[in-house]
């Protein structure tokens, strides 16, 4: 599958900083048997499609080349659920000075 | 061309460091494990009228001193008759990005700025970076963040990701990477690429920075009630908070102020592990930095950390995870502020601690967050259930960090737990003992026990007896 991807388009890479045999000796061994890998965003340089080698212009100006990832990825955080637990919790605590409690 | 390995970027560091800070630590040595930290921060910061001014220029400080008066009044209904204090709380989400780093990047920037550098770099996972890149705005300089954010598997915090999207909102350029302690390899390479300034936690600038945030409690407690605050708390995990909050204190004055340190404990969970990285549900504030960094403070990204909490540190708590995350939805339902919730780790001790103290004393929380996507409870405890945490109602102390956030099912379950301040002296001791330079002579020089006393808060006989302890061991 090849998605085209456009010069001028703000884009995300991924490079692989350091492989897992290059990694630092302190690190334990769950995170040492994967790769480090970084992620940044950029305007892209030239025509690519996603999984390409490419450079991009990051924010400030600085040149950087990595796999192509994805195009304006979104941002995916939001607010979750309501927490049921934690829903009475204003009634309780208000409750303690409103009855005038003490222990 | 320059060798790129990880062995070979760590091994120049010191130069890179240098080239970074535009700061010689060298001068500041006084031989063996001792160094002049009073001369460091006067050369190397500013006074607190300097930082003032620097920090009125882009909008920093000021901010509003809260009283918690709902919360107080729960606090009392808990207390013996008698007991109970005003508990206030610092606005510190009024500054431009939303926390009380501005205060810290201020000073960085202005530094940066006034120094030539085209640009700074900081590696934060936390506020700092929307911090950083806010006042390199102000200054009209270039920002790069250094995240840790993603696990193997590419999935993120989301109180982490929120900060990220802060930072690119701000025309950062953003670089998130995957868990491990070698950020700081990337980090040195950004630096040695681009010659920015390293906008370090660490350094006297970062510090001094938030000396007006101490200063600025005392006199608007002063400024109403004619005295000190009883007790400041701080939440505590690099360390910087607490000894620029605590130095601030001293310098308005505020001599007889307890200050109180308070992390989310998090024992347990590896800070390195890929697989713990999302099993926590606090990205700062947490006993995992704040321990290690109580305990030997030069860990940090510069030759001599400024951050130096023992120096200042009276009392130590931990609360946890699921008291935190409590406290900050009765935040929101008592007091109408939703902020947080990391920032909010000290007020939770602050809410346990007034218990203990008299209803006239006045004790200060130093520090609200801005809240939002990613970065709220709703988030966080979703984020946690989806990441197999167990979430529910119950008593604190069965908390296991990384299975399960017990939200407290009575009021009164929300306690301090005090870390013994002599263990942490100890642990302090003993890797400064450790990491002593080679072919020091045997004994301690006079210089050397006089730095080691001022580090850890303690009289001469007092040092002598926990040295003793830390030989013996």
């Not at chain 2, 995990?237 to 601030?248: S, V």
């Not at chain 2, 580090?455 to 003793?468: I, M, Y």
Request: glycine residues 10%; proline residues 5%.
């Amino acid at each position: 599958m090849f998605v085209k991807v456009p010069k001028g388009s703000w884009v995300q890479i991924e490079q692989v900083v350091l492989k897992p045999e290059e990694r630092a000796p302190q690190v334990p061994e769950d995170t040492k048997a994967v790769p480090l890998k970084l992620w940044v965003k950029g305007t892209l340089l030239e025509d690519a499609s996603i999984g390409d080698t490419v450079e991009i212009e990051t924010a400030i100006g600085r040149r950087l080349t990595g796999k192509l990832v994805a195009e304006n990825p979104p941002y995916t955080h939001g607010f979750g659920r309501p927490v049921p637990e934690l829903l009475t919790l204003g009634n309780e605590f208000r409750a303690l000075f409103e009855r005038g409690d003490r222990k | 061309m320059k060798d790129l390995s990880y062995a070979a970027v760590m091994a120049r560091r010191n130069e890179i460091m240098k080239g970074a800070l535009g700061l010689d630590y060298g001068e500041f040595e006084l031989g063996g494990l001792a160094f002049d930290y009073e001369r460091m921060m006067e050369k190397a910061g500013y006074s607190l009228d300097e930082v003032r001014a620097i920090q009125k220029e882009t909008n920093v400080g000021d901010t509003p001193l809260i009283e918690l008066k709902n919360l107080t009044a729960a606090a009392r209904a808990l207390s013996e008759p008698g007991k109970g204090a005003r508990i206030f709380i610092k606005d510190e989400a009024a500054n431009p990005s939303g926390s009380f780093k501005d205060r810290r990047a201020a000073v960085s920037c202005y530094y940066a700025q006034h120094h030539g550098y085209k640009g700074v770099v900081a590696a934060t996972s936390g506020n700092y970076g929307a911090a950083v890149a806010s006042q390199a705005n102000m200054r009209n300089l270039k920002s790069i963040i250094v995240q840790e954010l993603f696990d193997s598997r590419g999935v993120g915090q989301p109180e982490i990701l929120e900060k990220g999207r802060k930072c690119e909102a701000y025309g950062a350029e953003v670089l998130q990477l995957t868990v491990g302690p070698e950020l700081f390899y990337t980090f040195l390479r950004v630096l040695e690429d681009t010659g920015f300034f390293n906008a370090s936690l660490y350094t006297p600038f970062g510090i001094a920075g938030i000396e007006t945030l101490g200063a600025e409690i005392a006199s608007q407690v002063q400024a109403r009630f004619g005295r000190n605050p009883d007790a400041v708390v701080v939440t505590n995990a690099g360390g910087g908070n607490l000894t620029g909050t605590a130095r601030g204190l001293l310098k308005a004055g505020a001599k007889e102020t307890k200050v109180i340190g308070a992390s989310v404990d998090l024992s347990g969970l590896h800070m390195a592990s890929d697989r713990d990285f999302n099993r926590k549900s606090f990205t700062t504030g947490h006993t995992g930095f704040g321990v290690p960094f109580t305990t030997w403070p030069d860990r940090a990204d510069v030759p001599r950390n400024a951050a130096r909490p023992l120096r200042y540190m009276d009392r130590y708590v931990t609360i946890t995870q699921g008291e935190v995350f409590a406290i900050t939805e009765v935040l929101a339902a008592l007091e109408g502020l939703e902020r947080g919730p990391a920032g909010n780790t000290s007020l939770t001790a602050a809410f346990a601690v007034a218990r203990e103290m008299p209803e006239d004393a006045i004790i200060v929380v130093q520090e609200t967050e801005y809240t939002g996507a990613g970065k709220h409870v709703t988030a966080q405890l979703t984020f946690a259930r989806e990441n197999g945490i167990e979430v529910r109602r119950g008593d604190p102390a069965e908390q296991v960090p990384g299975k399960n956030i017990i939200i407290p099912s009575d009021p009164s379950m929300i306690r301090p737990r005090d870390l013994s301040m002599a263990d942490l002296k100890l642990s302090y001791l003993r890797n400064a003992l450790k990491n002593r330079p080679a072919g020091s002579p045997e004994a301690l020089t006079e210089t050397e026990v006089a730095f080691l006393a001022a580090e850890v808060k303690e009289t001469p006989e007092g040092l002598a007896a926990l040295l003793h302890r830390a030989r013996g061991c």
